[in-house]
């Protein structure tokens, strides 16, 4: 297993959530981001670190693949899994966010990458980098932001990509969720998870909180069935703000990331064992 540290804030500070690697405390590989809250052509906020962050992530994803390690990306932003599946080739995507993430960045908007990363992800989103994959090979679980959507006028994805709300991760079946996602994790995928999936009662530090969501339990309940399915190559965990509550719910977050370090390897075990 391979942790690697990114502490991107697509706002363009060194703030927030960009303290995430810090105050989770995982030694692993630490990659080094210099960005400024200034606009690039393509309308993003840090966009010239956000394409240097992204290229410097897929390097390091690329050399955990060598060594045969499975990479866990730990952000910072949720841009960070855009350096994981540029590190594959035609990978899945399984996107556990509590935001569908493919809005434009016009002026009268925030411009951050974070709204923006499925999008660029799969070509809805004009960016200087991506798309990265197919969007047939991709299921989102969890967005509960389609009225505000709808408010200002974006796309949504529901009738692009596979996508079920928060309601029905929450009540889905083993059976159910297994079914869902089987067209992405057939092959080699990877798993992307928005700490802001969580209900605001489970985690209260992250940027955009928003009514619903998960609860811790069904997070890893959801998480560790798919893992062990077996085909998930690597992994991405950001969205938490350490300076929204001192640090309180580092070591929740910490706990998590090395469960999910542990189902990875289990995972891998049981599709390797004859």
């Known amino acids: 297993m391979r942790f690697i540290n990114v502490p991107f804030n697509s706002a363009g500070f060194s703030t927030g959530v960009a303290r995430m690697p810090a105050a989770l405390g995982l030694e692993g590989v630490e990659i080094a981001v210099s960005a400024e809250p200034v606009r690039g052509p393509h309308g993003f906020l840090a966009e010239r670190a956000l394409v240097r962050m992204v290229a410097d992530v897929e390097a390091a994803v690329r050399e955990a693949f060598a060594a045969g390690e499975l990479p866990i990306v730990i952000g910072g932003d949720c841009p960070i899994l855009l350096g994981g599946i540029a590190a594959m080739h035609d990978p899945g995507l399984i996107f556990l966010d509590g935001h569908e993430d493919a809005w434009q960045p016009t002026p009268d908007l925030r411009g951050e990458a974070s709204d923006s990363e499925l999008g660029i992800a799969i070509g809805t989103v004009a ?21 505000e959507i709808v408010e200002f006028g974006q796309q949504r994805l529901d009738n692009v990509i596979a996508m079920r709300d928060d309601a029905w991760v929450n009540s889905a079946s083993a059976y159910d969720l297994l079914a869902f996602c089987e067209p992405v994790t057939g092959s080699g995928w990877w798993l992307h998870i928005d700490l802001d999936v969580l209900s605001t009662s489970a985690l209260g530090a992250v940027d955009y909180p928003q009514p619903g969501g998960l609860s811790w339990r069904r997070l890893e309940r959801t998480v560790g069935l798919l893992v062990a399915n077996g085909g998930c190559a690597g992994a991405s965990v950001g969205v938490y703000n350490p300076d929204l509550d001192e640090g309180r719910s580092a070591a929740r977050v910490a706990t998590f990331v090395q469960r999910l370090a542990k189902w990875l390897e289990r995972g891998r075990l049981a599709v390797s064992a004859p």
Do not use: E, T, W
């Not at 980098?129 to 389609?146: C, E, M, Q, T």
């Open 127 to 147: 960016a200087p980098i991506g798309p990265f994959i197919d969007r047939s090979r991709v299921v989102a679980l969890g967005p509960r932001d389609a009225s």
